[in-house]
Protein backbone atom coordinates (compact mmCIF):
# COMPACT_ATOMS: atom_id res chain seq x y z
CA UNK A 1 0.00 0.00 0.00
CA UNK A 2 1.39 3.60 -0.93
CA UNK A 3 2.47 5.23 2.01
CA UNK A 4 1.53 9.20 2.29
CA UNK A 5 4.44 11.92 3.11
CA UNK A 6 5.27 15.09 3.22
CA UNK A 7 9.15 15.42 2.84
CA UNK A 8 9.19 18.74 0.67
CA UNK A 9 7.48 22.15 0.18
CA UNK A 10 7.70 24.66 -2.75
CA UNK A 11 7.82 28.42 -2.66
CA UNK A 12 6.23 30.80 -5.42
CA UNK A 13 8.47 34.14 -5.40
CA UNK A 14 7.25 36.94 -6.89
CA UNK A 15 7.73 41.18 -6.91
CA UNK A 16 5.74 44.14 -8.10
CA UNK A 17 7.20 45.85 -10.95
CA UNK A 18 5.18 49.06 -10.43
CA UNK A 19 1.62 47.71 -10.72
CA UNK A 20 2.79 44.34 -12.28
CA UNK A 21 2.95 41.26 -10.50
CA UNK A 22 6.09 39.44 -11.95
CA UNK A 23 6.66 35.56 -10.86
CA UNK A 24 10.18 34.03 -10.72
CA UNK A 25 10.73 31.05 -12.57
CA UNK A 26 14.06 28.91 -12.15
CA UNK A 27 14.90 26.06 -14.96
CA UNK A 28 16.75 23.30 -13.64
CA UNK A 29 20.25 22.16 -14.60
CA UNK A 30 20.83 19.79 -16.52
CA UNK A 31 22.53 17.63 -13.85
CA UNK A 32 19.34 17.60 -11.52
CA UNK A 33 16.10 15.34 -11.85
CA UNK A 34 13.90 16.84 -14.18
CA UNK A 35 16.38 18.79 -16.11
CA UNK A 36 15.26 21.75 -18.40
CA UNK A 37 11.92 22.47 -16.83
CA UNK A 38 10.87 25.63 -15.52
CA UNK A 39 10.16 25.23 -11.88
CA UNK A 40 9.34 27.19 -8.96
CA UNK A 41 12.04 26.95 -5.81
CA UNK A 42 11.41 24.19 -3.29
CA UNK A 43 12.77 21.12 -1.65
CA UNK A 44 13.43 18.82 1.33
CA UNK A 45 12.44 19.35 4.65
CA UNK A 46 14.91 18.48 7.07
CA UNK A 47 14.66 16.56 10.44
CA UNK A 48 13.37 19.39 13.16
CA UNK A 49 12.53 21.50 10.39
CA UNK A 50 8.99 23.06 10.38
CA UNK A 51 8.04 23.42 6.37
CA UNK A 52 7.95 27.07 6.25
CA UNK A 53 11.34 27.08 7.48
CA UNK A 54 11.97 25.03 4.86
CA UNK A 55 10.55 27.05 2.23
CA UNK A 56 12.52 29.74 3.11
CA UNK A 57 15.73 28.54 3.68
CA UNK A 58 14.90 26.93 0.16
CA UNK A 59 14.20 30.02 -1.23
CA UNK A 60 17.42 31.68 -0.05
CA UNK A 61 19.80 28.62 -0.98
CA UNK A 62 18.51 28.84 -4.55
CA UNK A 63 17.47 32.07 -5.11
CA UNK A 64 19.53 34.57 -2.67
CA UNK A 65 16.97 36.57 -2.66
CA UNK A 66 15.55 37.95 0.84
CA UNK A 67 11.66 38.03 1.45
CA UNK A 68 9.91 41.23 2.40
CA UNK A 69 6.79 39.60 2.75
CA UNK A 70 6.27 35.96 3.38
CA UNK A 71 3.39 33.43 3.63
CA UNK A 72 1.45 30.34 3.93
CA UNK A 73 -1.07 29.47 0.61
CA UNK A 74 -4.54 27.88 1.21
CA UNK A 75 -3.30 25.01 -0.90
CA UNK A 76 -1.90 21.63 -0.39
CA UNK A 77 0.37 20.07 -4.11
CA UNK A 78 -0.53 16.38 -3.92
CA UNK A 79 0.94 14.30 -6.45
CA UNK A 80 1.92 10.35 -6.50
CA UNK A 81 5.32 9.12 -7.10
CA UNK A 82 5.50 6.01 -9.14
CA UNK A 83 9.53 5.54 -8.30
CA UNK A 84 8.78 5.58 -4.23
CA UNK A 85 5.01 4.36 -4.21
CA UNK A 86 4.46 7.50 -2.26
CA UNK A 87 1.68 10.29 -1.80
CA UNK A 88 3.17 13.55 -1.49
CA UNK A 89 1.73 16.75 0.48
CA UNK A 90 3.42 19.44 -0.45
CA UNK A 91 2.62 22.79 1.31
CA UNK A 92 3.03 26.05 -0.78
CA UNK A 93 4.26 29.11 0.54
CA UNK A 94 4.47 32.90 -1.48
CA UNK A 95 7.29 35.18 -1.04
CA UNK A 96 7.35 38.98 -2.40
CA UNK A 97 10.74 40.25 -2.60
CA UNK A 98 12.14 43.43 -3.41
CA UNK A 99 15.82 42.21 -4.51
CA UNK A 100 16.95 42.20 -7.49
CA UNK A 101 19.85 40.37 -7.67
CA UNK A 102 19.09 36.32 -8.08
CA UNK A 103 22.01 34.28 -7.85
CA UNK A 104 21.26 30.62 -8.62
CA UNK A 105 22.59 27.77 -6.37
CA UNK A 106 23.78 24.92 -9.00
CA UNK A 107 20.24 22.90 -9.10
CA UNK A 108 19.36 26.18 -11.60
CA UNK A 109 21.21 27.15 -14.50
CA UNK A 110 19.11 30.03 -15.40
CA UNK A 111 16.15 32.04 -14.21
CA UNK A 112 13.44 34.79 -15.48
CA UNK A 113 11.00 36.93 -14.03
CA UNK A 114 7.35 36.44 -16.00
CA UNK A 115 3.80 37.74 -15.84
CA UNK A 116 1.49 35.76 -14.91
CA UNK A 117 0.38 34.69 -18.82
CA UNK A 118 3.95 34.00 -19.78
CA UNK A 119 4.74 31.97 -16.14
CA UNK A 120 1.48 29.69 -16.61
CA UNK A 121 2.63 28.75 -19.91
CA UNK A 122 5.96 27.98 -19.20
CA UNK A 123 6.11 26.45 -15.57
CA UNK A 124 6.35 22.58 -15.93
CA UNK A 125 3.78 20.65 -13.52
CA UNK A 126 0.08 21.22 -13.97
CA UNK A 127 -0.66 21.27 -10.02
CA UNK A 128 2.32 24.08 -10.75
CA UNK A 129 -0.02 26.23 -12.95
CA UNK A 130 -2.96 25.36 -10.90
CA UNK A 131 -1.00 26.58 -7.88
CA UNK A 132 0.07 29.76 -9.95
CA UNK A 133 -3.90 30.76 -11.14
CA UNK A 134 -4.41 30.46 -6.93
CA UNK A 135 -2.01 32.85 -6.21
CA UNK A 136 -2.25 35.35 -9.12
CA UNK A 137 -5.97 35.91 -8.38
CA UNK A 138 -5.17 36.17 -4.70
CA UNK A 139 -2.84 38.74 -5.59
CA UNK A 140 -5.67 40.67 -7.12
CA UNK A 141 -7.76 40.32 -4.86
CA UNK A 142 -7.69 41.88 -1.80
CA UNK A 143 -10.33 40.25 -0.28
CA UNK A 144 -8.29 36.87 -1.17
CA UNK A 145 -5.68 38.35 -0.25
CA UNK A 146 -6.29 38.79 3.46
CA UNK A 147 -6.70 35.20 3.80
CA UNK A 148 -3.10 34.28 3.23
CA UNK A 149 -1.50 33.44 6.28
CA UNK A 150 1.67 35.70 6.82
CA UNK A 151 5.12 34.19 8.45
CA UNK A 152 7.57 36.39 10.12
CA UNK A 153 10.39 35.20 10.77
Known amino acids: MPEIVSKIVEVFIFRRNGKKIEYLLLKRSDNEVYPGIWSVAGGKIRENEKAYQTAYREMKEET ?71 IDKTLQNENLFRTLKSINF
Not at 88 to 114: I, M
Request: negative net charge.
Open 64 to 134: GLNAIHFYAVDTVNVFYEVNDDMFHLTPVFLAETDDTDVVLSDEHDDFKWSAFEEAYEDIHWSVWKKNLKV
